[in-house]
């Protein structure tokens, strides 16, 4: 099937790659604005604390110092998904990271200077740091009001999410067998390698120009605006650039106190404020992935059909609301449509506690439900008597289905996912073989699936994408875009399919990204659907500009050959012209343009017939009453938001498949858990570039066994106790000491760019269930809480529950 | 305290006065505005800011800037050809996908750069435990291990 294109499918090179191989891409680090001020911040020294008193008189006399700032003497600015977050904290603190001052100096060491000479006075009250003790009646209530002022009478989000399909208790009545589990999984920080960061300044009319990381450029824009409305500047407007991006992970997908107080900061002074997180503010005041308390059960009849499934689940939110709120809407996808089932039901408690306030994270959601999800699954295979790769065939997803949730599965690779994975880790004869111990160390395999969006996910009232492309002179193209590239390779996709979809080599095609005032609206670069949308939107605005580019052709290609040829006679006075039949070349829909070059559509070969595509735009350029190309398109996909009483809707235009397996040693002494051998196989729909392609599956899955087997944000009473890389453990390479086998299963889909679905996020999302499950056949114990620590493989060994 | 110091920086003399608390990846990226040595973590515990001191790979961010008199540094800048020419290491990562967001392809690129020097044909394992200093979040380190492996054979190829 690949044949059939020019780039889709290759290998090509990213285009970003030579300038950061070079040191020469420019991160927010990097970013220097003449006149520059540097901002700090002051956070909390308590969980949870009455303010009363902020003493900020020795910050102010300190030399260099051009502002310090409270929420004493600074307007109030709300922010977050439910706008439950202030920009400084006014009354009270609710978390160790609450910001309560900030200063900016001309220098980074006096603002950090003046930051440690800010006093701050407080009066501790009652702090929750369980979501479940938070519940409880009598609990400290987090927030006394709720963002519109309305008084609260418990700790829960007002975010409800429950799915309810079918008849649970009959199905649970009836089903031959029947496994209930709880689950836990822990606080993991995305841990980008370049930390966050903005520069916030002002132009003359009081307009934002802000620098920023971020994934969002527009909504973000959105929220900056009402931050000039809160700060007295309504009507003004931000401009939102985004710099080179160090990893984002889902980091940048909500608008951040940081950015607000530079926002301020830089008002106050009048010039330009930078605020860069080091690693441990990076740790400590960015938002970590949820972490979920679940309980379920599933049960299937005696052939193994899967009758049921449900799920409660209790979400530490933290202290204040960010997106992440909505990861349920992402977790209810599995839970209500991996495998068939034909009776759900899942409900979600999002609770406030004092703890760091959580976010989204790479995945949304899905690696939490896939832990409950895949582990109770082999539960209830063991109970059924029947092998947990067979399960699985038997409950799969099919092509063409749609689930209790009213998901359209139309493309779906789940088999050829599932048989792949089994075949590499030879699951025949090494499931339930290595459990005699050989040199005190057991062996097991494991799998697991995933089901994510993989035709992007309407969480806002618009999915779209916009592309604007844009022809010159020299045959170069513009494709000027509103998704973000943060090192998952969307310049690399988008290059590509702009290059396929107009006929041009992808050397032509300059991706330009990351400003508001002059690229097209664009949700924000999360849901996997980067590629997915703004490919489509590439694909449409690629059309028109061949439409134009013909037109132009009938008007110019027969007398721009003509010329040549005469240009050849005189240069040559023996050169015969042949006979051409300029008949054939008049209408715009004889014509067709690949890899530059604009040729009559039924005589693709005849050499004279070429002209390249710069000499017909500089013909219809440099004339009297000239023209130039410049396309856009908006595409903004056929899906749906979810209905929110019912939970209900096709929230993605396509859904991604994939199965991930694992086979692992364990060491009875020690409790270590080692992979011998992984295997990753993904429905992507079509490769649109196969090395970035490769470049996201292994990524996603070390982060997976990251999350599996050692990452952990370590807390006490809501202070994180690990805000280093020392503590907190990342995967290094000697770590990666397996082989990892990648299978990109290509189910061509009708709606993807050039058949492509969304693979950003899957990587990561069935990684730990997959490893836990290979523990559970090595050791014949299932650990139940994430990471899956030595620790706990050893307590898990002496038969305690783990 | 501040002290004039003088070394080689990318093959060229230079001088600067700094503070006796700077590490060399301040004075490399404030002072003389090589900004593409990366600061991560400030702490030694991610190498974005590995740069080579007389050819040996070190964290920029814990060098103390006094120690580096009369020494010779290369930043990812000093490893690029006349011409724009990225070095044949720069080039493996380019072909082979061992770049995504990039933040901590210079200090890899420098670790992998010392480790090709002092053995120019490693085991997967040796390229492995050569940039065991240097943490990736976005690419799993497999691409960057084929890149390191190619960049192995082009460096023969060339010397050869």
């Not at chain 1, 938070?134 to 989000?157: F, M, S, W, Y």
């Not at chain 1, 590439?538 to 721009?560: D, G, N, S, T, Y």
């Not at chain 2, 600067?16 to 600061?39: I, Q």
């Not at chain 2, 380019?94 to 770049?99: K, M």
Request: charged share 25%; glycine share 10%.
């Amino acid at each position: 099937m690949t044949t059939k294109y020019s780039f889709i499918g290759t290998e090509a090179p990213r285009p970003d790659a030579p300038d950061k191989a070079a040191g020469k891409a420019v991160y927010i680090h990097d970013l220097v604005r003449p006149g520059m001020l540097f901002g700090k911040i002051k956070y909390s020294e308590c969980a949870h604390a009455r303010i009363s008193h902020i003493d900020t008189s020795r910050a102010e006399k300190l030399p260099g110092v051009r502002a310090v700032l409270t929420g004493d003497n600074s307007p109030q600015v709300r922010y977050g998904f439910i706008k439950d977050n202030f920009v400084f904290k006014r009354d009270k603190v609710r978390q160790y990271r609450d910001e309560v001052a900030a200063v900016a100096a001309t220098d980074p060491d006096i603002a950090a200077e003046a930051v440690d000479l800010i006093r701050v006075d407080y009066e501790e009250i009652p702090a929750v740091f369980d979501p479940e003790e938070a519940l409880q009646g009598g609990a400290p209530l987090i927030h006394e009001t709720d963002g519109r002022g309305k008084p609260k009478k418990d700790n829960l989000v007002p975010v409800p999410w429950r799915f309810v399909s079918g008849d649970v208790e009959k199905a649970k009545q009836e089903s031959a067998y029947v496994a209930e589990d709880a689950f836990e999984t822990q606080l993991i920080q995305q841990s980008c390698m370049g930390t966050a960061g903005c520069i916030a300044e002002f132009d003359l009319q009081s307009n934002l120009i802000m620098h920023t990381k971020t994934q969002i450029p527009f909504l973000a824009q959105n929220d900056f605006n009402q931050a000039l409305s809160a700060m007295g500047l309504k009507g003004k407007n931000s401009r939102v650039i985004v710099p080179t991006l160090g990893g984002s992970f889902g980091t940048g997908l909500d608008t951040h106190g940081y950015e607000f107080i530079a926002i301020l900061l830089a008002y106050k002074t009048g010039r330009p404020v930078k605020i860069v997180l080091d690693r441990e503010e990076e740790f400590i005041t960015l938002s970590p992935r949820q972490p979920t308390r679940s309980r379920i059960l599933q049960g299937c009849d005696k052939d193994g059909k899967l009758t049921f499934r449900e799920i409660h689940m209790i979400l530490d939110n933290g202290a204040y609301t960010s997106w992440g709120a909505t990861t349920p809407s992402v977790m209810m996808l599995p839970i209500s449509s991996i495998y068939r089932v034909p009776n759900v039901l899942y409900d979600t408690k999002i609770v406030y506690t004092n703890n760091t306030y959580c976010q989204a994270m790479r995945g949304y959601g899905n690696p939490q439900a896939a832990w409950a999800l895949e582990g109770n699954l082999d539960h209830l295979a063991e109970e059924a008597g029947i092998d947990p790769y067979e399960f699985r065939m038997t409950n799969r997803n099919i092509p063409n289905d749609l689930t209790p949730m009213g998901l359209n599965i139309t493309s779906c690779g789940h088999k050829e996912c599932l048989e792949s994975v089994a075949e590499k880790l030879r699951w025949k004869e090494t499931r339930g073989q290595g459990r005699s111990a050989v040199d005190g160390k057991v062996r097991g395999v494991g799998m697991a699936s995933l089901f994510h969006v993989g035709g992007s996910g309407r969480v806002y009232r618009s999915d779209g994408s916009g592309v604007i492309m844009k022809l010159d002179d020299f045959g170069n193209v513009s494709v000027i875009a509103g998704g973000v590239e943060m090192g998952q390779g969307f310049d690399a996709a988008l290059s590509l399919a702009s290059a396929e979809a107009l006929g041009v080599t992808p050397d032509k095609v300059k991706v330009v990204t990351g400003d508001t005032a002059t690229c097209p609206w664009d949700v924000g670069t999360h849901a996997s659907r980067g590629a997915f949308t703004s490919c489509n939107a590439a694909i449409m605005a690629a059309r028109k500009a061949r439409e134009k580019v013909f037109q132009l052709a009938a008007e110019h290609f027969m007398p721009r050959i003509q010329f040549k040829e005469k240009r050849k006679q005189k240069k040559d006075p023996d050169y015969r012209m042949p006979d051409l039949d300029f008949e054939r070349m008049l209408k715009p829909s004889d014509f067709d343009m690949r890899e530059n070059v604009v040729f009559l559509k039924d005589d693709p070969e005849a050499p004279l017939l070429h002209l390249r595509l710069e000499e017909i735009l500089r013909e219809a350029h440099y004339k009297e009453q000239g023209t130039m190309i410049v396309t856009e398109a908006f595409y903004d996909p056929c899906n749906q938001m979810l209905d929110m009483k019912t939970c209900r809707g096709n929230l993605s235009a396509t859904y991604i498949f994939g199965v991930q397996g694992a086979e692992v040693e364990v060491d009875l002494e020690t409790g270590k858990v080692r992979i011998l051998r992984f295997a990753a196989a993904h429905d992507v729909g079509q490769v649109l570039n196969r090395q970035t392609i490769r470049g996201q599956i292994y990524g996603g899955v070390m982060t997976g066994i990251g999350y599996a087997l050692c990452e952990e944000y370590k807390t006490d009473r809501g202070k994180n106790l690990n805000p280093n890389f020392l503590d907190y453990k990342i995967l290094s390479a000697p770590d990666v000491d397996f082989p990892i086998d990648v299978d990109c299963i290509e189910t061509h889909d009708e709606e993807g760019p050039f058949g492509a679905k969304g693979v950003g996020e899957p990587g990561l999302v069935p990684t730990a269930p997959a490893i836990a499950n290979a523990v559970y056949d090595a050791i014949g114990v299932r650990i139940h809480s994430l990471p899956i620590t030595p620790e706990k493989v050893l307590a898990a060994l002496r038969g305690e529950k783990v | 305290m501040k002290k004039l110091i003088t070394f080689t920086l990318n093959g060229y003399e230079v001088s600067a006065e700094v503070e006796s608390h700077r590490m060399l990846l301040e004075v490399l990226r404030d002072t003389f505005d090589f900004k593409g040595t990366k600061p991560g973590c400030g702490q030694g515990e991610c190498g974005a800011c590995t740069v080579l001191v007389d050819d040996v790979n070190v964290d920029s961010c814990l060098y103390p800037a006094f120690e580096i008199e009369g020494k010779s540094v290369t930043t990812i800048e000093g490893l690029i050809d006349e011409g724009n020419k990225l070095h044949p290491v720069q080039e493996s990562f380019v072909a082979h996908g061992g770049i995504q967001c990039g933040f901590c392809s210079p200090g890899m690129i420098m670790s992998a750069t010392a480790l090709l020097r002092e053995n120019p044909s490693p085991s997967d394992g040796e390229i492995k435990a050569g940039i065991s200093g240097n943490l990736c979040r976005c690419t799993g380190y497999v691409q960057i291990v084929e890149s390191i492996r190619d960049a192995a054979e082009r460096l023969q190829e060339n010397a050869g």
